[in-house]
């Protein structure tokens, strides 16, 4: 079956680090590029950043550059988000995309994986 | 990098045509590259890709959902509106800016 599945999510106090993973199945992983994309509750889409075939090129929204990375195993069909420095406005439900065509048509998502920054 | 400019709701009859807009800036949505999708999400679902590139419908998505495009904004028109249509939508396009991606504000459709 053609899938993204993320997992990692969960509580964190502000300042904490999490890292997100989102597993690929189905389709060829190392040829498309990947982005995150969150959405805080009750809110709307926010692109994250993403991540070209061979994880040699990465680009993030200005909010989290410095704080969060993005990378990938394409032997594992694996892509992460590493999140240092949370704020209680990183919490959202993060999602994995893949970019079809590389020109952010994201054409198959994960179900998402809930972050909660608080006290 | 700021969101892209959606109305909050949109609402019509079963049957009737609706069309969002989405606008932005010539650095986004009016700039070089005409890389600009529309999404559904329902309530609790992640969301779908209707459109691609501006007007190009990847398969398996009725032909009911179309997409367009005027200097900064583009729309998306739902023809022939039905119940399951009942969602959220949201543009994205391609911004110079970082690169990087811009999500719209998001559009609530509501079928009378």
């Known amino acids: 079956e053609v899938q993204l599945v993320e997992s990692g999510g969960g509580l964190v106090q502000p300042g904490g680090s999490l890292r997100l993973s989102c597993a690929a199945s189905g389709f060829t992983f190392s040829s498309y590029w990947i982005s995150w994309v969150r959405q805080a509750p009750g809110k709307g889409l926010e692109w994250v950043g993403n991540v070209n075939q061979d994880g040699g090129t990465t680009h993030h929204v200005d909010s989290i550059k410095g704080r969060f990375t993005i990378s990938r195993d394409n032997p594992q069909n694996s892509l992460f988000l590493q999140m240092n420095s949370l704020r209680p406005e990183d919490t959202a439900v993060y999602y994995c995309a893949r970019d079809r065509y590389g020109r952010g048509s994201h054409d198959l998502w994960g179900q998402g994986t809930l972050v909660t920054v608080s006290s | 990098q700021s969101a892209l400019t959606q109305p909050a709701s949109v609402s019509g009859s079963p049957g009737q045509s609706i069309t969002i807009s989405c606008t932005g800036s010539s650095s986004d949505v009016g700039g070089y590259y005409e890389f600009v999708s529309w999404y559904q999400q329902h309530p609790g679902k992640a969301p779908r890709l209707l459109i691609y590139?501006?007007?190009n419908r990847p398969s398996g998505v009725s032909n009911r959902f179309s997409g367009s495009k005027s200097g900064n904004t583009a729309s998306l028109t739902i023809s022939g509106l039905q119940a399951e249509d009942e969602a959220d939508y949201y543009c994205s396009s391609y911004s110079s800016y970082g690169p990087s991606y811009v999500f719209g504000t998001g559009t609530e459709v509501t079928v009378l």
């Open positions: 590139d501006v007007s």
